[in-house]
């Protein structure tokens, strides 16, 4: 990924000016991200207002220069930005709209004077506005979604620019405090752990949120509505924290409850197979809005879109390793994620007496050839099929065919090895194959580039 280094002159009234210098983001979303500088810190201060649908922020980033920037880009879409400050001083800047798909939105910022390689700095915005709702490849809403109560963020791919100012690629994690403004009544939950008692004031109740653990920006999330908060406890006092839509249907609300008392056993389920859960907190969003019609891992706080059932919890669960904690360089590797999750979700349905995953494997055997399983290649996806078949479940038949391949015995070693060793860090599909080849003492590449790169069903 190149690095990039931004010129911009200053113009009259105090904005910047040039667009053709600010990518450098993922190859898939390149229109995202910029790789001149790493993000340590992002302290979010948001106020949504329901009955409007107006959020206004304030964003304090922790960034440190990795090359020398005579300016630098955030991704932003669809909200004003009312002020930019560098070190407390006020910087020029000037905004860049989504493209005619609505992706993209950039905010410049001149760096005046340059930022050195290496410097750390304070960078402040104010913004505010209507926040857009895209769809992605799937046609779900996501991003900053709006409801009839409130809002739930699903960030996945590029969205975590629909509700603050952010460098939005999946290698640069950084740690975060958010605090939610919402009306008396209603909850503002985030990632990690609740900081203090909530604060009224007015009219208005503010709730903080501190995740101390390094995040992917896909990954940060905030709900605002009104739940029924409840605890649990998972390994070693684990804190899980839960919150379910009062208004979810009777029925969608007893399969919600069900699924989520499971939840300190598949903890223990996934930790001897995976070693420890690896960060300080779990639980649940779920919210009665289906408009998202789907679930996403946010870090230690899954969210679910009507209901959580108990395959999902537990898939969602199994992100904490795989795509949390090991989280993809690029998102070109998301079967990383998905395919990893997805056999995750496998085992846990076996250790309930449920399908095995021989008989998940022979099953995906018998589709067709020319199906979309066998089509769309799980290594090298494409932007529009991020969230395919072919990632969840041909990714999952890669790892157990893998596993038929090295036996059990250096398979679950692979699996401990990987969520461990990289704990905390970024991946690639190299990464995996190297590590394969060493647990099992075994040449893969040929293996390797028939499931995850060629079309049509593997012969091996």
């Known amino acids: 990924m190149a690095v990039i280094v931004l010129a911009i002159a200053p113009l009259a009234g105090g904005c910047a000016a040039s667009e053709a210098h600010t990518r450098g983001g993922d190859p898939y979303f390149e229109q995202a991200g910029n790789s001149g500088y790493d993000v340590e810190h992002y302290d979010l201060a948001i106020?949504?207002?329901?009955?409007?649908?107006?959020?206004?922020?304030?964003?304090?980033?922790?960034?440190?220069a990795v090359a020398d920037l005579d300016g630098l880009s955030l991704d932003l879409r669809r909200l004003s930005v009312e002020s930019v400050s560098i070190d407390g001083e006020q910087a020029d800047f000037e905004q860049l709209p989504?493209?005619?798909?609505?992706?993209?939105?950039?905010?410049?910022?001149?760096?005046?004077?340059?930022?050195?390689?290496?410097?750390?700095?304070?960078?402040?915005?104010?913004?505010?506005?209507?926040?857009?709702?895209?769809?992605?490849?799937?046609?779900?809403?996501?991003?900053?979604?709006?409801?009839?109560?409130?809002?739930?963020?699903?960030?996945?791919?590029?969205?975590?620019?629909?509700?603050?100012?952010?460098?939005?690629?999946?290698?640069?994690?950084?740690?975060?405090?958010?605090?939610?403004?919402?009306?008396?009544?209603?909850?503002?939950?985030?990632?990690?752990?609740?900081?203090g008692e909530p604060r009224t004031e007015g009219d208005r109740t503010t709730f903080r949120w501190q995740a101390t653990d390094p995040m992917a920006s896909y990954l940060a999330t905030a709900a605002i509505g009104n739940y029924d908060a409840t605890t649990d406890e998972g390994p070693r006092g684990l804190p899980i924290?839960?919150?379910?839509?009062?208004?979810?249907?009777?029925?969608?609300?007893?399969?919600?409850?069900?699924?989520?008392?499971?939840?300190?056993?598949?903890?223990?389920?996934?930790?001897?197979?995976?070693?420890?859960?690896?960060?300080?907190?779990?639980?649940?969003?779920?919210?009665?809005?289906?408009?998202?019609?789907?679930?996403?891992?946010?870090?230690?706080?899954?969210?679910?879109?009507?209901?959580?059932?108990?395959?999902?919890?537990?898939?969602?669960?199994?992100?904490?390793?795989?795509?949390?904690?090991?989280t993809l360089e690029t998102w070109a590797d998301i079967w990383l994620n998905e395919g990893f999750a997805t056999y995750s979700e496998w085992l846990w349905t076996e250790s309930r007496g449920g399908q095995t995953p021989d008989e998940r494997f022979d099953a995906l055997l018998e589709e067709p050839d020319d199906s979309g399983l066998w089509q769309i290649p799980p290594g090298d996806p494409g932007a529009g099929e991020l969230f395919s078949d072919a990632v969840y479940d041909r990714g999952a038949a890669t790892l157990h065919a893998l596993r038929e391949s090295i036996g059990d015995d250096d398979f679950f070693a692979l699996l401990r090895s990987w969520a461990t060793d990289h704990a905390g860090g970024n991946v690639t599909t190299d990464d995996l194959v190297a590590l394969a080849e060493e647990v099992s003492g075994k040449d893969l590449d040929e293996f390797f580039q028939a499931w995850l790169y060629e079309t049509g069903k593997p012969s091996s």
């Not at 106020?47 to 440190?64: S, V």
């Not at 389920?269 to 809005?289: H, M, N, Q």
């Not at 019609?293 to 199994?318: D, F, K, M, N, W």
Request: aromatic fraction near 10%.
């Open 241 to 326: 924290l839960n919150f379910v839509d009062e208004d979810l249907p009777a029925d969608a609300l007893a399969t919600t409850r069900e699924s989520l008392a499971l939840q300190p056993d598949m903890i223990a389920f996934f930790e001897k197979l995976f070693g420890r859960y690896p960060f300080t907190s779990f639980g649940a969003i779920v919210d009665d809005d289906d408009d998202a019609g789907y679930a996403l891992e946010t870090q230690t706080r899954p969210i679910y879109s009507g209901v959580a059932e108990e395959s999902t919890v537990a898939h969602e669960l199994a992100h904490q390793w795989f795509g949390n904690s090991v």
């Open 98 to 195: 989504p493209d005619d798909s609505g992706r993209g939105g950039e905010l410049l910022v001149t760096t005046d004077p340059p930022l050195a390689e290496g410097t750390t700095h304070e960078l402040t915005v104010g913004y505010g506005g209507e926040p857009g709702q895209p769809e992605d490849a799937t046609g779900g809403l996501y991003g900053f979604v709006s409801t009839g109560d409130g809002a739930f963020v699903a960030n996945e791919p590029e969205g975590a620019s629909t509700w603050f100012p952010v460098n939005d690629r999946p290698s640069d994690k950084a740690t975060y405090d958010i605090a939610l403004t919402v009306p008396e009544g209603a909850t503002g939950v985030a990632n990690g752990e609740p900081v």
């Open 47 to 64: 106020t949504y207002d329901p009955d409007t649908g107006r959020l206004d922020g304030t964003a304090d980033i922790t960034l440190t």
